[in-house]
């Protein structure tokens, strides 16, 4: 065995290590390629359930008939313009989410009263159910626009809340006091010492919350909608077209798994100390 051989055997065996080890080390490339071999397996499998007949076709396409149905809609205009209004109802949400949520968090971590008055109501809010709020939302805002929106607001803004006070609560109090101690008044240390301190964590969050709010896409879709995937998908359900509904729910894991990844890369290139 060559020097360059041996030295690959003795790396893919650290690497094998390393994956049974309690908390062991990273390796990108292992990662990979056992994503891509457990996603093999699954569609090794959806094939089998299909092909032995343990679940009709009809319920349940081959992967391939929704690849082909998913290329198919991809081409249409019409499927095209409900993925951006979904984006765009997803975003608008999300972004409003945050500017309330942020500051909200940051307060309630530093201020007892803000803590003591708002604590006990997003508590309590953040337990409801949004689908069970959404024909209450729809007398507030109507059918228009506001309604969606709020569907969505409401499953990521009072969650957001807690995660951003929790991350501003596991800064050092130490940090702090040294920020008092040189004069720092306290706009001056949420600035330039909570925010910058806490953003790692804050960016991971925003991640998550981010991927709860595509989940509630469709219950924001599918009442009183003319457009987005959700209105599209529930459409579909009518008439019993299995590949179309699959379809349309794999473009949101798509979109939702390409986003995920690129806030990922961006958290791994600004947080290169973690």
């Known amino acids: 065995m060559t020097e360059a051989a041996s030295e690959v055997v003795v790396r893919g065996r650290r690497q ?18 056992l994503g891509v071999i457990a996603f093999a397996i699954f569609i090794a499998a959806w094939y089998f359930i299909v092909i032995a007949g343990i679940v009709p076709e009809r319920f349940l396409p081959l992967p391939s008939t929704v690849i082909q149905t998913m290329l198919r809609l991809l081409t249409e205009s019409h499927f095209l313009n409900d993925i951006w209004v979904s984006v765009a109802r997803v975003w608008g949400a999300f972004l409003l989410s945050v500017v ?22 997003v508590d309590f809010i953040r337990y409801l159910p949004v689908p069970a709020l959404v024909p209450l939302l729809i007398i507030w805002f109507g059918i228009g626009e506001a309604s969606k929106i709020a569907v969505l607001w409401m499953g990521t803004f009072f969650q957001l809340v807690l995660l951003v006070a929790d991350d501003a609560k596991r800064i050092p109090r130490e940090f702090v006091e040294s920020g008092f101690t040189l004069g720092a ?42 457009s987005g995937i959700g209105h599209y998908i529930w459409s579909m359900r009518r008439f019993l077209k299995t590949p179309e509904v699959m379809s349309g729910i794999l473009v949101i894991g798509i979109i939702g798994l390409l986003t995920d990844q690129a806030i990922r890369a961006w958290h791994r290139r600004h947080f290169r100390y973690l």
């Open 16 to 33: 094998l290590v390393s994956l049974l080890t309690f908390r062991g080390r990273r390796h990108a490339r292992a990662d990979f390629v």
């Open 100 to 121: 309330f949520a942020v500051p909200i968090g940051v307060w309630m971590s530093n201020y007892r009263l803000v803590a003591a008055l708002l604590e006990p109501i």
């Open 185 to 226: 008044k306290p706009f001056q240390i949420t600035r330039d010492i909570l925010l910058p301190a806490m953003l790692p964590n804050l960016v991971d969050n925003l991640r998550i919350t981010l991927g709860w709010c595509w989940t509630w896409i469709i219950v924001a879709e599918i009442v009183a909608a003319k």
